[in-house]
């Protein structure tokens, strides 16, 4: 519930930020009607902190009311300048294809919510990847992400249809975003998920601990929404039904500037138009400890020319000096999901399969036979890689 003290001074900087109007103000003193969802905006702008929320404990909260799986639309930015200045960053479609899976089990919808500045026909893709429904907010302070803006827009749709599940990728967005969600409905959240599945009707939330050492299983039974955020190139990508369009939800939601607490000044975007992002890549080729020195390293680069692939590390490799940081694969460095990845030299630690092993085809070669990275491989190769990798560089030639 939310009250008003007797510390209300009627400085009316809570009425126009309210997303649903639920703000009055009645004898110099704000006064909240049934409109209220609970997203505290208005405590959040209050100079005397007169506007308290109380939210229930999880053992006396009411779930039976939250049903169906959310998506967040995140959108990026498109540099192809005859389309809409935004299009959707590729994890949104890896986390509605997994989305459709546990939404199918639970019997429930599936939903992704899109704020934008405009909407340019984005409900025909997200209905092509099994969204049912999409829940739309359009508005000109959506152009461009602020935290404050977009976690008020996302409480009080989360407070008006109350979800059981809602996904993020773990983007920088996706990171920023999920947790003041989830602190702000006095929820759970469980990060970098590597997998999800159901589990007696709850949503069970699969990620790395220990520093990878061992997988650790979560469940919220006392909350809702059970909220997740998922790394890119993790979650299979289902094949599109083109044709099948989302049904869309306008939301008319008011939103204030005055929530904004941070404001860009500047921007500048540096691209590096010679190479390819290692998330991006179709083939990587990875080295680890085992190929020792940057001359061996450099060997692989030559095999990443004839395949037109790109280079990854393992975390050893990198802490070697064999390759800088940006091509690291693995929990700590970046998660892919090429068509072909070819591992030299890599043990197979837990972090770094749980970067790559969404991969379609994994080839390794390691002269340990109980190497871990077998586990994962569909090809493995049993031999030292410093004598593969130069026949196998003759083999490429000769085929070129």
Not at 135 to 147: F, G, K, Q
Not at 159 to 179: C, E, F, N, Q, V
Request: glycine share 8%; with cysteine.
């Amino acid at each position: 519930m939310i009250n008003v003290s007797k510390k209300c001074i009627g400085c009316n900087k809570c009425v126009p930020v309210c997303p649903f109007a639920a703000v009055q103000l009645i004898d110099k003193k704000a006064v909240i009607n049934e409109a209220c969802t609970l997203c505290g905006a208005c405590v959040q702008v209050c100079p005397v902190q007169a506007i308290e929320i109380t939210r229930e404990e999880g053992a006396t909260r009411d779930l039976t009311g939250h049903k169906g799986v959310w998506v967040f639309v995140e959108l990026m930015e498109n540099h192809d300048k005859t389309k809409h200045s935004h299009k959707i960053r590729p994890v949104t479609f890896e986390l509605l294809s997994i989305g459709r899976k546990l939404a199918d089990e639970l019997g429930e919808e599936l939903a992704a919510v899109l704020l934008t500045d405009k909407n340019a026909g984005f409900e025909k893709e997200l209905g092509a990847y099994g969204a049912d429904k999409v829940y739309l907010v359009e508005n000109p302070e959506l152009y461009e992400y602020n935290t404050d803006i977009f976690s008020t827009a996302i409480i009080a749709l989360t407070h008006k249809h109350k979800p059981s599940a809602m996904l993020y990728g773990a983007t920088i967005m996706g990171r920023d975003l999920a947790p003041r969600v989830a602190s702000c409905l006095y929820t759970g959240l469980t990060a970098d998920c590597t997998g999800l599945a159901i589990k007696d009707g709850l949503l069970l939330q699969s990620r790395p601990a220990f520093g990878g050492n061992i997988m650790a299983d979560i469940l919220s039974p006392k909350s809702r929404p059970q909220m997740s955020t998922v790394r890119p190139n993790v979650m299979k990508l289902a094949e599109p039904i083109y044709g099948k369009i989302a049904v869309t939800v306008r939301e008319d939601i008011k939103i204030d500037k005055s929530l904004r607490r941070v404001k860009v000044l500047e921007r500048k975007l540096i691209h590096d138009k010679g190479s390819v992002k290692i998330d991006e890549a179709r083939i990587i080729v990875s080295g680890g400890r085992g190929m020792k020195t940057k001359e061996k390293f450099k060997q692989l680069e030559e095999i990443c020319q004839l395949l037109g692939g790109v280079v990854g590390a393992s975390r050893g490799a990198v802490d070697m000096g064999l390759k800088d940081k940006a091509h690291q694969v693995g929990q700590s460095g970046t998660t892919v999901s090429p068509k072909l990845y070819l591992a030299f030299g890599i043990s197979g630690a837990v972090q770094h399969i749980v970067g790559m092993k969404a991969s379609d085809i994994i080839v390794a070669v390691n002269k340990d036979p109980n190497a871990p990275i077998f586990n994962v491989a569909k090809h493995g190769v049993v031999g030292d890689a410093h004598e593969i990798v130069p026949k196998l560089i003759e083999a490429l030639k000769k085929q070129k």
